[in-house]
């Protein structure tokens, strides 16, 4: 069986990558919209890293195509992404507004409190060192292994598990609290 | 607090993100213009790539040409161990004929054929080479046996100044080693030229100071594989002539057949006829 966006020939004409592509964005787009969101804590941060990875993804296309896992590429891409910009000298000068986020200025009704409880869960995880969130990220959101969550970030097994441990133990009070009130 | 709680308040976290609406066309214009984009930075790196190489190629080229000392073509070179000379002038280089060639390509000893014109090379160069071939010939290869036509010009020309000589190939019939006899006259000054023992020679004899036979003074280098006779005349202008059991142009197999003698060397300097052409 050819790859999504391979020809007849072994390469793919133009018309069927950007077919191909098209198809990937639509069926994993929202899955990298959470995964960039969790990781910065602002909604159109996330969207640029998102706009960032797929750019990438485009351009490695017709290598990644072929790849089993096109979606392992583009979560490196966009964790890359996601380092470079935390590298800027400017990120810890601009923090993001809750403006304009998911949920801000919402207050009528029973969603109140659902609102609240995701925009804690996301303030949780903007407390923690990049490290540490990206590690969870890709534990407990995309579901990695220690394994590949150490291969995707390019660090040890070991580093992998004390970070998960350091988050856990931030995280847990928060993370518990709203978890009650959901479930509750 | 177990993983499946923690994954999914994660997902409810991030659902409302997730549940935007997003046109997967907009991600592909994104990508075809970065493919543009990258498309004409890759261009454009060949482009400056290929100038610079031609820029650098341009300049490696001029400067072998502007050194008076370096024989472009042939077969391996000696390292020249001195500095360039600070004349600033146009010199033209060429090959010179191997032994496995000469018979073939060249017309036997003695009997040069015109030139064909070279891009650069001075005019009347081919007539000039001519006569230090003939009066080399007179004075070191009487019979006409050793002393091997070349073609081409090694020197430099920059307007008044300049200086021009040729190599010639120095072996016995069959032999497959070749030595190298090279005749120059100039008249570039004294500080900026090659003097004795500067052209091209890695050993380490000593040049000396000797009197010709019409008691001019001369620099001179004599041993089994390097002769060097240097006149500088009252007039300004030198002539020089240089022996050396490897023509490294064309071979790296030093000939067996004996060289000219310092006397020889010094009666082919004082030639009257090596003029340098106005």
């Known amino acids: 069986m050819r790859p999504q966006g391979v020809g007849a020939s072994g390469r793919s004409t133009q018309p069927e990558r950007d077919s191909a592509f098209t198809a990937w964005v639509g069926a994993h787009r929202p899955q990298l919209m959470r995964t960039a969101y969790l990781l910065c804590g602002d909604r159109y941060v996330a969207e640029d890293l998102v706009q960032t990875c797929l750019t990438r993804l485009y351009l490695a296309w017709p290598r990644v195509s072929t790849m089993d896992a096109p979606l392992a590429y583009a979560r490196r891409a966009l964790v890359n992404a996601h380092i470079d910009l935390t590298r800027r000298p400017w990120w810890n000068r601009e923090r993001p507004s809750t403006d304009g986020q998911p949920g801000a200025g919402v207050s009528v009704g029973d969603g109140v409190e659902i609102v609240d409880a995701r925009d804690t869960v996301v303030s949780a995880l903007g407390s923690l060192p990049h490290g540490q969130r990206r590690v969870v990220v890709l534990r407990y959101l995309c579901g990695l292994t220690v394994r590949e969550t150490a291969q995707e970030l390019g660090i040890s097994e070991g580093t992998v598990k004390s970070q998960t441990f350091e988050a856990l133990r931030s995280l847990a009070v928060v993370l518990a609290a709203v978890a009650d009130r959901w479930e509750g | 607090m177990d993983e499946s709680r923690i994954t999914a308040l994660m997902v409810e976290a991030t659902d409302e993100v997730a ?140 307007g008044n100044v300049k200086e021009w000589g040729r190599k010639f190939g120095w072996q016995a019939p069959g032999e497959s080693g070749q030595a190298m006899l090279y005749l120059g006259v100039g008249n570039i000054p004294a500080a900026d030229r090659l003097g004795c023992g500067q052209y091209d020679y890695q050993g380490t004899r000593k040049c000396t100071t000797a009197t010709l036979p019409n008691g001019q003074p001369a620099v001179e280098m004599s041993s089994p594989t390097r002769l060097e006779v240097h006149w500088s005349r009252p007039d300004g202008t030198y002539v020089f002539v240089i022996v050396d059991a490897v023509f490294g142009n064309n071979t790296t197999v030093a000939s067996k057949a004996p060289l000219p003698t310092l006397a020889q060397l010094e009666q082919l300097v004082m030639d009257p006829r090596l003029v340098l052409p106005s």
């Open chain 2, 19 to 158: 549940g935007q609406r997003f046109d997967p066309e907009d991600d592909l214009r994104r990508g075809r213009a970065a493919q543009r984009r990258r498309s004409t930075k890759v261009t454009a790196a060949a482009v400056l790539g290929t100038a610079a190489a031609v820029v650098v190629a341009l300049a490696l080229a001029g400067q072998l040409a502007w050194r008076p000392d370096v024989q472009v073509a042939g077969g391996p070179e000696h390292t020249a161990t001195t500095a360039p000379t600070r004349l600033d002038t146009a010199a033209v280089t060429s090959t010179t004929v191997s032994p496995q060639t000469t018979s073939a390509a060249a017309p036997a000893p003695g009997t040069p054929t015109p030139l064909p014109g070279m891009p650069g090379m001075p005019v009347g160069v081919a007539e000039f080479n001519r006569l230090l071939f003939a009066v080399a010939q007179d004075h070191v290869d009487p019979d006409h046996t050793r002393l091997e036509w070349t073609e081409g010009f090694t020197g430099s020309s920059g």
